[in-house]
């Protein structure tokens, strides 16, 4: 078949052909189209694998740096003078990072993607940065969408596929949906106890602006997850005496004292507005990776909770806590049982191939600690030389640092010359010459901390996502300090692992503390926040070990192996999981819903925290009354392909966007008008406001403030009213 043009954008002749509106706007002007905030091309083919596509971008960087290309499957990230790095992705997995092609602003560029032949190859100005295998060739519907942020100039974007039109598939649009909204009650408190008063005023608020349902991520008052003496100091500005009675403890307590447990007092005050209220649960949430406090620090030895590198976590339930081994483990097969008593005694660093700038090696600096805090400068035997020219290779020798940790900086302003992923980036080798096991950190142990005080979180990515992989592009000349750890962090911080027993009679817990509650329903939710730079390292706990060498006949630990084999067991056990629920809920008489996140692909793809969260089995077996669709898009990433499966089931869709930051934005409003319009072109049966703390807080005296009204007006003017209680059945 040949290539058919599917879409041309010029200045004159803004048109979106077989795809689905522009939104956002594209301006006409002299020069070219100018793109406001969340300007957005969708669209959606389905049918026989698509074979081959070609995106060309011509675009001139405005002062807020140049344009970055989104789609959901393809992303490449076109950085900025002050960042000037690009990695390309397909569906949020890293396929490549480079921060080789450098894109001055006020520059025109060309981007040009093209997947043909079981390949993938990216091309900058004709020249080509990514050159590697599709790793899902035989992908049988293609949605398709490109961002165009605030200002980007385009002057033609043209879309070619081997597609005939009958392969286009628009969405089921609708008129209005019913408006839901999610409380994360911790978010909440944060700022003033609640009383009754509070509850009933933001329920009477909730009623009055078409707002039908409510959920609340509550855990139970006596689960360990609230009596955190930390919260007071993770609150309070750096160095302020620990205050348990005000701030966040006293909040707490104030709030228990005043109506008890906090999920039956929202479920009480709910009900009495005649609002259905649903509880959400998230089983792979059970300890936090916020707040680490240095190994052998006064605040680990108050607060810490459960033993971590570098330092100690806090924000954990009892149970977590008291069983921390049944969370995911790590193969620690490459860590040598002497580690503790290893000294460093080399490291290289290696910037990425093509690079044209250079880091002077003098300009390094090297600081060491024996317990994550309290970081030195190190001022031993240092030899820094310069190994290589392409690519640039330094390398420091001579070197016998003491205790388990370093960090490295670099004098002066950023230069943005020096950069690589990660695992390329840092090679490290004892006094013995033998290579050491390192976890990175890149993200310090408490916002705006000194990491030469308080150090850093080791394998907690800066940014939070179930789906990341260990190929993290870090700049060492880019202003920001590097902290490396020997060893490997064995378990993820707060993650338990479905194959035990006992985390599924503990989640089942959960679900009767929902019931006995007076809940209507519950929301699955598995998203968390769980960081690492190494998801496939992880889920090598004995139960699965075993499972797989009974299946497969392999030792996983020690044999080569197809990891989207483990991603198929562990998905079982978390399926087994919820028809348990399933059948409890049914026999409480209450609705269950299932979060579906973007994450969750075929096993045979990086998938939402290695698992196979199988969602079409889910729907298959009757196990939700409703799903959730938790994504940033109702019409990106798996989407269309879970409307497709719900509605022949009977199932009501709703769409669950990230609205935390928009208040603070200012182009929160034109964000929200599109996140409003994509739930109705999606086919959203249900809008969910997510979360309540974006537009409500709680007054000193109990009252309600809405701080940002223009959230819910927006969303209400297209609220469906009557929504049943307890689902669709």
């Not at 522009?22 to 083919?45: D, I, K, M, Q």
């Not at 006293?250 to 008890?260: F, I, L, P």
């Not at 016998?400 to 002066?412: D, M, N, S």
């Not at 997510?690 to 807080?697: R, V």
Request: hydrophobic letters at 40%; charged letters at 25%.
């Amino acid at each position: 078949m040949p290539k058919r043009l599917l879409l041309i954008l010029d200045s004159s002749n803004p048109s979106d052909d077989l795809l689905q509106t522009v939104y956002g706007g594209l301006e006409p002007t002299a020069a070219g189209l100018r793109a406001s905030l969340a300007t957005n091309v969708r669209g959606y083919l389905r049918g026989a694998p698509l074979k081959s596509l070609h995106v060309t971008i011509r675009g001139v960087g405005t002062g807020q740096g140049a344009p970055q290309l989104l789609t959901s499957n393809y992303e490449l990230r076109i950085g900025s003078p002050e960042n000037p790095t690009t990695g390309a992705r397909l569906d949020s997995s890293p396929i490549a990072m480079t921060g080789r092609a450098v894109v001055q602003e006020e520059a025109p560029f060309a981007v040009s993607y093209e997947r043909a032949g079981g390949r993938i190859r990216i091309l900058l100005d004709g020249n080509e940065i990514l050159n590697a295998p599709d790793p899902r060739p035989g992908l049988g519907l293609f949605d398709f969408e490109i961002l165009f942020p605030a200002g980007a100039l385009v002057s033609d974007v043209r879309i070619e596929g081997d597609l005939s039109e009958e392969r286009v598939c628009p969405p089921a649009r609708s008129d209005a949906f019913a408006l839901s909204v999610c409380t994360d009650f911790p978010d909440d408190v944060a700022h003033h106890a609640w009383t009754g008063k509070t509850f009933a005023e933001s329920m009477r608020f909730y009623r009055q602006n078409g707002i039908s349902r409510v959920y609340y991520i509550c855990p139970a008052y006596d689960d360990g997850y609230w009596d955190q003496e930390a919260r007071a100091w993770w609150h309070a500005p750096a160095g302020a005496p620990v205050n348990e009675e005000g701030g966040y403890c006293g909040n707490v307590r104030k709030t228990y004292e005043a109506v008890g447990d906090f999920l039956p007092a929202a479920a009480r005050a709910a009900h009495a507005e005649g609002l259905s209220f649903f509880a959400v649960l998230k089983p792979y949430e059970s300890a936090l990776p916020f707040g680490l406090f240095p190994e052998g620090s006064k605040e680990a030895r108050r607060f810490g909770k459960i033993p971590r590198l570098g330092g100690p976590l806090w924000l954990t339930p009892h149970f977590t806590a008291q069983n921390p081994t049944l969370r995911v483990e790590r193969n620690m097969g490459d860590v040598p049982e002497d580690i503790a008593k290893r000294r460093v005694g080399a490291i290289r660093l290696t910037a990425e191939r093509g690079l044209t700038g250079r880091l002077d090696p003098s300009r390094l600096r090297l600081w060491t600690s024996a317990n994550n805090g309290d970081y030195r400068l190190y001022k031993g035997a240092l030899q820094a030389r310069l190994e290589r020219e392409s690519p640039q290779t330094i390398s420091l020798s001579g070197l016998e640092l003491p205790g388990r940790f370093f960090a490295i900086t670099v004098e002066g302003s950023p230069t943005w010359s020096f950069g690589n992923s990660l695992p390329e980036l840092i090679e490290v080798r004892d006094t013995q010459g033998r290579l050491l096991p390192i976890t990175f950190g890149q993200t310090q142990a408490r916002p705006r901390a000194d990491f030469r005080v308080l150090g850093f979180a080791f394998d907690i990515t800066p940014v939070s996502s179930s789906i990341q992989h260990r190929d993290e592009y870090a700049w060492l000349d880019g202003g920001n300090p590097l902290g490396v750890g020997l060893g490997r962090e064995r378990y993820l911080p707060g993650q338990l692992c479905e194959a035990y027993a006992e985390v599924q009679a503990w989640w089942l817990r959960q679900v009767e503390h929902c019931i006995a509650s007076g809940v209507d329903g519950v929301d699955f939710r598995v998203v968390h926040h769980n960081r690492t730079y190494d998801w496939t390292s992880f889920g090598f706990n004995a139960p699965l070990v075993d499972a797989f060498r009974q299946r497969h006949g392999l030792d996983i630990l020690r044999e080569p192996f197809d990891y989207a084999d483990l991603r198929r067991l562990r998905g079982e056990r978390y399926t087994a999981f919820l028809r348990k629920a399933r059948r409890r809920l049914r026999e409480a008489g209450k609705a269950m819903h299932l979060h579906i996140s973007r994450g969750m692909k075929t096993p045979e793809w990086h998938t939402e925290s290695e698992i196979h969260f199988d969602w079409p089995a889910w729907i298959r077996e009757d196990l939700a009354d409703e799903v959730t669709v938790k994504t940033s898009s109702m019409r990106g990433s798996n989407s269309p392909y879970v409307a497709a499966a719900a509605r022949p089931a009977g199932l009501k869709m709703n769409f669950c966007p990230y609205l935390n930051g928009l208040p603070g934005n200012s182009n929160g409003r034109a964000i929200m008008n599109h996140l409003v319009h994509d739930a109705l072109d999606g086919g959203a049966d249900g809008f969910i406001l997510y979360e309540n703390a974006a537009f409500m807080a709680a007054k000193a005296d109990g009252s309600i403030r809405i701080t940002c009204p223009w959230m819910v007006e927006m969303a209400a003017q297209f609220a469906r009213p009557n929504r049943e209680r307890i689902g669709n059945r």
